[in-house]
């Protein structure tokens, strides 16, 4: 978990005829992308349980557990 805050999100993404990456549309997500999108939810959830409800209501509006650890 403490690669994905430090590193930031897993975003699928795909290579495109050109060479190259772009975003997979959710329904080309496959079973590993889901296993690491929940990761990141995995990894918010922790950060959320040791907050005050001051500090939950200053980040409850970050996308990523990277965000959220840079915002504290």
Do not use: C, Q
């Amino acid at each position: 978990m403490w690669m994905l805050i430090k590193n930031g999100p897993f975003i699928p993404t795909k290579v495109n005829k050109d060479g190259t990456n772009i975003h997979k549309k959710p329904e080309e997500f496959n079973a590993e992308d889901y296993k690491m999108m929940e990761k990141n939810a995995k990894a918010k959830k922790i950060l959320y349980f040791g907050l005050g409800p001051d500090d939950y209501t200053r980040i409850s509006e970050y996308e990523s557990a990277k965000d959220i650890w840079e915002a504290l």
